[in-house]
């Protein structure tokens, strides 16, 4: 009977071939890694080389012969330029003379006909469908040179598509969970989104997010697959969003990337992004408007009130500041969320200043003051309007200061109409 420090030099002895395995075992996958990463593909042309009749496979003639002579449907105009011209290029491992169809319809007959030339093994039915479908033909563009025909008769031919994203321009290398989640998609949703899907579930979305990405930006997975990367990503951290913000989103991503190629997600938040499209938009309406950078000034004086109520450990400092530039004005608007912005021609030619009320560095109010004829009135200028953000009503305190400001400036006091809401 072993004592029990046998059994723990054992036990340890055993732990110690486990972590060696796994050491092994993680050392090799990694070198297959690197060596498939720096591995130069080969050219697209030497997958045309195997399977059987290669001296006839160029030619359509033969493909056509026999199509005419055991079903004539599938020679119509539509349905040969649908997938006949493209089934004659690519390998075909069976002979097209012991192809016998079994149904009189045409689709189920081109489908035959498809899986007898380029299938030896089941091969999923969204590969035949793309390969037969007209609207996948963006796989099979000169930029991606992925033509849905020829990847079929590659898994056809019993390899796979994992080694089909290593070897073919594809524009990322495909992981387990991806292939399994392109196979398994419905064919009628096609290949394209089937990959879209699989990138997307990839980065932890799900099928809502894949639907709307898919939607509006499914481009970027062929044009841009870094960019389609990162916005999956960043979309999947963030979401759920409607389809609306989703539409927002990724439309203002893509002007900024258009605008600077180096500009980043990372760091950055949905509501980040919506301050990003509202300065733009309002900086669009400042720059249409032709409005000069600075105001003149209307000869108020600004005000400061410093109060420490009981129990506070610091002052209150109330702020009352006139905003005389434009960018100011722009942050104003921007910060407040309402249109204040829009009064910079009245601004620029003196006929209203525009304030800003502050508690503690943060905005609180912007008041307009009017400095028109006001005919009868006595006073030279008055204030029109207050407003906190997003145009709410003014608070007590708020009208509290304001009044104090216009009592020091001699303007006649504010008269505040709650809104009907």
């Known amino acids: 009977m072993l004592s029990r420090l046998q059994r723990r030099r054992l036990r340890r002895l055993a732990e110690r071939k486990d972590q060696l395995r796994?050491?092994?075992?993680?050392?090799?996958?990694?070198q297959r890694r690197y060596t498939i990463a720096r591995t130069p593909p080969p050219p697209v042309d030497p997958l045309l080389k195997y399977g059987i009749d290669t001296k006839d496979r160029s030619s359509r003639a033969r493909l056509y012969r026999i199509v005419a002579a055991r079903h004539p449907a599938l020679l119509e105009r539509r349905q040969r330029s649908s997938f006949l011209d493209e089934l004659a290029q690519v390998?075909?491992?069976?002979?097209?003379?012991?192809?016998?169809?079994r149904h009189r319809s045409v689709e189920p007959a081109a489908k035959e006909l498809v899986r007898h030339l380029l299938a030896l093994y089941p091969v999923p039915a969204v590969l035949v469908h793309a390969a037969l479908d007209m609207t996948s033909r963006s796989f099979g563009d000169t930029t991606s040179g992925l033509v849905p025909m020829k990847l079929l008769s590659w898994l056809g031919g019993g390899r796979s598509l994992r080694d089909a994203a290593f070897r073919l321009p594809w524009p990322y290398p495909l992981t387990r969970r991806m292939?399994?989640?392109?196979?398994?998609?419905t064919p009628a949703r096609g290949l394209s989104t089937a990959v879209v899907w699989a990138v997307i579930r990839s980065c932890g979305g799900d099928s809502r997010l894949a639907d709307q990405i898919e939607e509006e930006c499914g481009l970027w997975l062929w044009n841009n697959p870094q960019q389609f990367f990162e916005v999956c990503r960043w979309?999947?951290?963030?979401?759920?969003?409607?389809?609306?913000?989703?539409?927002?989103?990724?439309?203002e991503i893509d002007t900024q990337w258009d605008e600077n190629p180096a500009w980043s997600l990372r760091g950055r938040t949905p509501a980040s992004i919506r301050t990003i499209r509202e300065s733009r938009k309002l900086k669009e309406r400042l720059e249409a408007q032709d409005c000069p950078d600075r105001f003149p000034a209307s000869g108020l004086k600004a005000m400061t009130w410093e109060s420490e109520a009981w129990g506070e450990m610091h002052p209150t400092v109330w702020t009352m500041q006139e905003i005389l530039t434009l960018r100011r004005l722009a942050d104003e608007g921007r910060g407040m969320h309402h249109c204040v912005a829009t009064y910079c021609h009245e601004a620029s030619e003196g006929r209203v200043s525009l304030w800003s009320l502050r508690r503690n560095g943060r905005r609180r109010l912007t008041v307009q003051v009017n400095h028109e004829d006001l005919g009868d009135r006595d006073q030279a200028a008055i204030v029109w309007n207050a407003a906190g953000p997003c145009n709410r009503d003014p608070r007590p305190d708020e009208l509290h200061h304001l009044r104090l400001w216009t009592e020091e400036n001699g303007l006649a006091p504010y008269r505040f109409v709650p809104s009907e809401d």
């Open 22 to 30: 796994k050491e092994e075992r993680e050392r090799r996958q990694s």
């Open 91 to 101: 390998p075909w491992h069976r002979s097209p003379e012991t192809w016998r169809p």
């Open 179 to 185: 292939t399994r989640t392109v196979l398994r998609t």
């Open 235 to 251: 979309l999947s951290r963030h979401g759920p969003f409607t389809d609306d913000e989703v539409e927002m989103l990724t439309d």
